[in-house]
Nanobody, 125 residues
Framework: QVQLVESGGGLVQAGGSLRLSCAAS????????LGWFRQAPGKEREFVAA????????SYADSVKGRFTISRDNAKNMVYLQMNNLKPADTAVYYC??????????????????WGQGTQVTVSS
């Protein structure tokens, strides 16, 4: 059974940093596209960042470019999201997702096959 488990969320002041982690189990995702999405209260889930299987290619939402960095460790079946200079607008539940397909990272949430349960990130002003 495939499982994605996020961790690292919490409460932080504006300007602070958090590092989210996502542990994958049940299969190897070393060649799969991985992504992070988020959903704020009353809003639809939105794309944050994605990374190719090799880790060479990445993609970011405009709202987080220059502040967030996605990375992966295929040996550990992990994906990370380093979030710096956090803003109150970044407050949301953050989800990691895995796509069985290979190739360039995708922003399309409907292309992802597996999802974690989410971790709350709250940024206070």
């Amino acid at each position: 059974q495939v499982q994605l488990v996020e961790s690292g969320g919490g409460l932080v002041q504006a300007g602070g940093s958090l590092r989210l982690s996502c542990a994958a189990s049940g299969r190897t995702f070393s060649r799969s596209r991985l992504g992070w999405f988020r959903q704020a209260p009353g809003k639809e889930r939105e794309f944050v960042a994605a990374i190719s299987g090799s880790g060479v290619s990445t993609s970011y939402a405009d709202s987080v470019k220059g502040r967030f960095t996605i990375s992966r460790d295929n040996a550990k079946n992990m994906v990370y999201l380093q979030m710096n200079n956090l803003k109150p607008a970044d407050t949301a539940v953050y989800y990691c997702a895995a796509d069985e397909a290979w190739g360039l990272p995708t922003k399309n949430q409907y292309e992802y096959d597996y999802w974690g349960q989410g971790t709350q990130v709250t940024v206070s002003s």
